[in-house]
């Protein structure tokens, strides 16, 4: 008997699972939104500094009876390609004979200076941007990727945190704060009066996602069955790959930065006020003795479902009694020390510490420059959406037919490969850019989805959580590291993707020396990873194989991967958080 039981019998899968469920994961439509924000609030305009010219373009124009873009040449020298106005550099004095050379003539020996003036900003693709309103280009250009990573480290630092609040205050109490916070702070954002304060509001803002991610997937898993859990958790997934199709069509439509940010972060008042509808995780409630507080909420479940005739025979020893094999496990502890302790568990966390980061780091590096691709943004993001539909499939049908090592492995190597490749796509085919772009991203949405079903497969079970969350955390620091990167393109264009397709061509060795799992029964403790040996049947392995198969993480969200690892508790029955272990 366990707590599964005691849900079949307050009718399983029933309405109250069905709206629990939906009002859930609807924030899930939102938090793409948060992930890939930047792409579009921080998007660069077409630029060029301001002419030195106490006149306006426009009487210019007419005075001088030329096109725009031909009396910019008189201010604004080419760039080293030749087809387009250097973005950083403008002549000193106006160089207004160019306006009647026939000829080509070298122009390099004419002196140039800064931007002393500031920028002019083309408003077809963006109305305004943080680029635009505090000038982020040029010498600034490295504080615009530095948005991305500080809102990750405010990812990586409310996992940490709540995680730990979550197991202390409950699930329900820490989901309720996250809403509000992620609703103030982040309309705080869109008021943000200068640059410094945005970033501060973003941390802040990341750890209020974390907090949603981590305590939402917990608490729709801790009412669930069993059994219907892997199907909730593949259609959960959907949820976010949906959100960024719908971050591009806000974006779309919303062109300003200020509005954009307040538009996707509004509704969560609306998740905040009917999140108090959720009933508290029972489980948590008897291992924290609130027993009478979980048995009301098992008979509000059951009211709900029209199981009115089980209130009556469902008593607090009856709770105690379907729990007890839970309560007895929560007193072990195992922290993160022990995935170094021993020699086969040390391998597989430093195998899995390199696929995890690597992923995350090469899946964030395609996914926050889609300016690059030449293609406009709004159509790329939804092609970047899209694509992790198939991925998901894909990566579904290697694992079941190839195994797990081999599907690790091809996954990050491909990824790597395409990577590679599309330095050596010349940037005027953009559809064959756009095309391997699609693929990379493909391939490491697949990656996701294989290291996330492997990792629960390698763990033992008196340690899956806590090895779930340690290696997952690498993914935070390596979608930390992702956006940083980007910089080095002022160094050598070509030196962004060198470094992601190295780490993904380094992880993908690391993955070879995992231990295959496929249709090997999972472990229960430390030492049968060790003597290579498992505490459970063949038969009860395939049927959880298959199960876990079925219930594919959602790809893009190495920190999805991390709180939809929660749902692995349904392995071992055991409460607890693996971050709380960190």
């Not at 020298?77 to 106005?85: A, F, H, K, M, Y």
């Not at 009647?100 to 077809?124: I, K, Y």
């Not at 340690?463 to 993914?475: C, K, L, Y």
Request: neutral net charge; proline residues 3%; contains cysteine.
């Amino acid at each position: 008997m366990g707590f599964t039981d005691l849900l079949d019998q307050v009718g399983g899968f029933g309405r109250y699972q069905w709206i629990h469920v939906t009002l859930i994961s609807l924030p899930g439509l939102l938090m793409a939104s948060q992930n890939l924000l930047n792409n579009f609030v921080s998007g660069i305009p077409v630029h060029h500094c301001k002419p030195a010219t106490n006149q306006s373009l426009q009487d210019l124009r007419l005075t001088y009876q030329v096109d725009e873009q031909q009396l910019l040449k008189v201010f604004i020298p080419q760039d080293s390609s030749g087809n387009r106005l250097d973005r950083c550099r403008r002549y000193v004095e106006p160089q207004w004979h160019l306006l009647h050379l026939n000829s080509s003539l070298n122009v390099s020996e004419l002196q140039t200076e800064g931007c002393v003036d500031g920028w002019s900003f083309d408003q077809s693709e963006f109305t305004a941007t943080t680029v635009s309103e505090w000038d982020l280009v040029c010498s600034l250009r490295p504080l615009k990727q530095m948005i991305q990573t500080i809102y990750m480290g405010g990812v990586l630092t409310g996992a940490i945190v709540y995680g730990g609040l979550s197991d202390r205050f409950g699930r329900k109490s820490v989901l309720i704060w996250s809403y509000l916070q992620l609703a103030v702070l982040g309309c705080s954002s869109a008021l943000s009066p200068s640059y410094t304060a945005y970033c501060i509001f973003r941390f802040l803002s990341g750890m209020a996602v974390s907090g949603i991610i981590l305590n939402g997937v917990s608490l729709k898993v801790e009412w669930i069955p069993t059994k219907t859990r892997t199907l909730v958790g593949t259609l959960s997934s959907f949820f976010f790959t949906f959100g960024q199709m719908i971050l591009a069509g806000l974006a779309y439509w919303l062109r300003d930065w200020r509005k954009l940010q307040l538009v996707v972060c509004a509704p969560q008042f609306l998740f905040f006020a009917y999140s108090w509808w959720y009933a508290e995780s029972a489980r948590w409630l008897v291992l924290n003795r609130r027993s009478e507080e979980a048995l009301k909420g098992l008979h509000r479940v059951a009211q709900i479902n029209r199981k009115p005739d089980i209130i009556s025979n469902l008593t607090l020893e009856v709770l105690h009694s379907h729990m007890s094999k839970e309560i007895e496990s929560s007193h072990s502890s195992f922290t993160a020390f022990d995935l170094l302790k021993t020699r086969r568990i040390r391998r597989i966390s430093i195998c899995l510490i390199a696929v995890w980061f690597s992923t995350s780091f090469a899946y964030y590096g395609l996914a926050m420059d889609l300016q690059k691709f030449g293609v406009s943004i709004y159509l790329m993001q939804i092609i970047f959406g899209a694509v992790d539909i198939p991925a998901k499939f894909l990566a579904l049908g290697m694992l079941t037919y190839l195994g797990r090592r081999v599907s690790q492995v091809s996954c990050l190597f491909l990824s790597a490969v395409i990577i590679f490749a599309n330095i050596f796509v010349p940037t005027d085919m953009q559809s064959l850019r756009t095309t391997l772009a699609c693929l990379g991203k493909a391939f490491t949405s697949a990656s996701f989805t294989t290291v996330y079903l492997y990792t629960g497969e390698l763990y033992p079970t008196v340690i899956r959580q806590t090895g779930m969350g340690f290696v997952s955390t690498m993914a935070r620091i390596g979608s930390m590291a992702a956006p940083a990167v980007l910089i080095l393109d002022e160094v050598l264009p070509a030196l962004p993707s060198m470094v992601y397709g190295g780490a993904a061509v380094l992880a993908s060795g690391f993955a070879c020396f995992l231990p295959e799992t496929l249709n090997k029964p999972l472990p229960d403790t430390i030492e049968d990873v060790e003597q290579n040996r498992s505490g459970r049947s063949s038969c009860s392995q395939r049927k959880e194989g298959v199960a876990l198969k079925e219930g594919v993480a959602s790809s893009e969200d190495w920190g999805m991967a991390l709180n939809e690892g929660v749902a692995l508790k349904g392995m071992n029955d055991k409460e607890g958080s693996g971050l709380n272990a960190l």
